[in-house]
């Protein structure tokens, strides 16, 4: 059925078209996209902002993702992005909260909060997620995640994530 017929009779839904052509200008480039994680714990002390070293990548599209030096996702295209980050603290007792936080240029966008409640619960693992949609101009920002807890001493990190790609805006 040719598309004159389409566009000259009501469209019936039962008729089989069969497409030869090439579609143009559909779709979009969901690039550069990455998903690093853990490799190993991270300890750090309590009350205290500490950058996150995420050291593996699932993938990295467009090799904006730093796993070696500065642990940071720089796209190297202009436009939206959507970013999330998951910490999982280990050994937390009752009404401790950590916090996950992704930041851009160093600078604070928001972070992700998450209580370890009730108070009476010990040693058990506590989540922190972060997701935003954010603009990168393409050439200079940056992304690093940073987390914060407040149990009274140490802990650690001991599994996460940080992924993120460019939205079609």
């Not at 690093?36 to 500490?50: C, G, H, K, P, V």
């Not at 998450?114 to 989540?127: G, I, K, L, Q």
């Amino acid at each position: 059925m040719a598309i004159t017929k389409i566009q000259s009779e009501s469209l019936n839904l039962a008729d089989t078209y069969d497409f030869t052509g090439t579609v143009t200008g559909a779709g979009g480039n969901n690039k550069p996209a990455f998903s690093a994680y853990f490799t190993s714990s991270q300890s750090f002390s309590t009350d205290t902002w500490t950058k996150i070293n995420f050291a593996g990548e699932l993938f990295d599209t467009d090799n904006c993702f730093d796993s070696s030096t500065n642990m940071r996702f720089t796209p190297t295209t202009a436009g939206k992005y959507l970013l999330t980050s998951r910490l999982n603290f280990d050994g937390a007792s009752g009404g401790v909260a950590v916090l996950c936080q992704i930041r851009k240029n160093g600078n604070q966008i928001n972070d992700g909060y998450d209580a370890n409640n009730p108070s009476t619960a010990s040693n058990t693992a506590v989540s922190a997620t972060f997701s935003t949609i954010i603009d990168a101009n393409g050439s200079s920002d940056y992304f690093e995640v940073y987390g914060y807890h407040t149990h009274g001493s140490d802990r650690s990190v001991f599994n996460g994530s940080f992924y993120g790609a460019k939205i079609i805006t």
